[in-house]
């Protein structure tokens, strides 16, 4: 069983900053690629940010330059930096996380309930 959570979203002026958090827990081997998706109202879920196990990261061209996507390799823990926040950033954000559990089953993504991101204009 592996447990994914999420925390750090609010209500942030436009302009404004905020920081998310996602811990992955459980029973976990090896954790490859960690990320953030976003939905928001009446629109697809889109990738935010991707950041692979060797460090290499992908970004929407919508945050790049805004957003910034570390992790702790310890805690098996992401962030995402979110500055210079925009209404049309308004959006439940979604972590994931690709795990294998055991030497013997195929990684999958293990994915957090979602966290609000409200943006103010």
């Known amino acids: 069983q592996v447990q994914v959570v999420e925390s750090g979203g609010g209500l942030v002026q436009a302009g404004g900053s905020l920081r998310l958090s996602c811990a992955a827990s459980?029973?976990?081997?090896?954790?490859?690629?960690m990320g953030w998706y976003r939905q928001a109202p009446e629109k697809q879920r889109e990738l935010v940010a991707r950041?692979?196990?060797?460090?290499?990261?992908n970004y929407a061209d919508s945050v790049k330059g805004r957003f910034t996507i570390s992790r702790d390799n310890a805690k098996n823990t992401v962030y995402l930096q979110m500055n210079s926040l925009k209404s049309e950033d308004t959006a439940v954000y979604y972590c994931y996380a690709e795990v294998a559990t055991t030497r013997w089953t195929t990684r999958r993504d293990y994915w957090g309930q979602g966290t609000q991101v409200t943006v103010s204009s």
């Open positions: 950041l692979t196990s060797s460090g290499r990261t």
């Open positions: 459980g029973n976990i081997l090896s954790i490859y690629d």
